[in-house]
């Protein structure tokens, strides 16, 4: 197409779509979805306690009542506050190019956390798992219930508060340079327990480097629907680890092995390798927040051999018993 200015024909000047701001929040919709979510978490857990032994998918459901309710109910003011009350302005968008934006941005976070952890490993730096000790036997309706809670609900409560409140109020004080890594760190942080000790250290550094991916992630693409698949497909493939139990037949192949208890075996059958094999990879992937410790009850922590807990853990790669 062309146009005549009066003298010549011409083309038209080109045209660029210019990509719309980063919607942003005022501070405090962000300070107040912490200060709720911290409250939550501390009323959650003794929530938690009560039902750790039950087997009823009704006690799961209040749990995360306890644990996520009061966020979402923030997310609501928010909206109502400082919006136009549509779910866009907190980044609830999904596109269908979202379908290879999600697994990429998993591929990213994980490539990062196999390599932090090792890093973490080689270093001493202790690290635990976020996936408390259970036991098997649950019943069907349960496990539906933990597989609903994990892949579906964690994902979208926690990307709405951590990407699409806290992002965007950070962002109104500060450049995305410093408001992804502290909405990171923060969500690093939502995972630890004072039950995990020094444990908690490694944990959070570990999550908080999928927090800083995601962030970037829903940075760059203005919406979190990328980064709700992503952290779905986090969830995801732990319960199937975890609840496939595909990872018991190779302790022997690759683990977390205590160290301080391998000995040099006579013989295939006595050797005494210390494997603790929920830890193996649960540690680094799974990353729902402890309101949901006792759907984690399924992933229990089990060890062949005799733990000595003081000893150092170290990473190592196909493990074979001398003959």
């Known amino acids: 197409m062309r146009y005549f200015d009066g003298r010549v024909w011409a083309p038209p000047a080109p045209v660029f779509e210019q990509r719309p701001p980063h919607q942003e929040l005022p501070l405090p919709a962000a300070i107040g ?78 490539g990062i956390q196999i390599v932090l952890a090792a890093v973490l490993l080689l270093l001493d730096v202790p690290i635990s798992s976020n996936v408390d000790d259970g036991d098997a036997g649950r019943s069907t309706a349960y496990v539906v219930a933990i597989v609903v809670v994990t892949v579906v609900a964690a994902p979208v409560v926690e990307e709405i508060v951590f990407r699409g409140v806290v992002l965007r109020g950070l962002l109104s004080r500060m450049s995305p340079a410093w408001a992804i890594p502290i909405q990171g760190v923060l969500f690093g942080v939502a995972h630890v327990d004072p039950s995990r000790g020094a444990g908690n250290v490694g944990l959070a550094i570990v999550l908080s480097s999928v927090g800083i991916v995601l962030g970037a992630g829903a940075y760059l693409t203005r919406r979190i629907g990328p980064t709700v698949i992503a952290h779905a497909i986090f969830n995801g493939v732990v319960m199937i680890i975890v609840l496939s139990g595909v990872l018991d037949d190779l302790d022997t192949d690759l683990g977390i092995v205590d160290q301080a208890n391998v000995t040099e075996p006579s013989s295939h059958h006595d050797h005494r390798l210390t494997i603790e094999h929920s830890e193996r990879l649960e540690r680094f992937c799974i990353d729902d927040l402890d309101v949901l410790h006792s759907s984690a ?15 150092r853990v170290a990473l190592t790669a196909c493990v074979q018993p001398e003959r």
């Open 33 to 110: 979805a912490l200060l709720v979510l911290l409250a939550s978490l501390v009323f959650g857990r003794a929530v938690v306690a009560l039902f750790a032994d039950s087997d009823r998918p009704i006690d799961i459901a209040a749990s995360v009542l306890v644990g996520y309710g009061p966020s979402l109910v923030w997310c609501w003011y928010v909206l109502r506050r400082w919006t136009d009350r549509r779910l866009r302005s907190i980044g609830w968008e999904f596109r269908w190019g979202d379908l290879w934006r999600g697994p990429a941005t998993y591929l990213t976070a994980i």
């Open 297 to 311: 009850r399924l992933a229990g922590q089990h060890s062949t051999g005799s733990v000595d807990h003081g000893s």
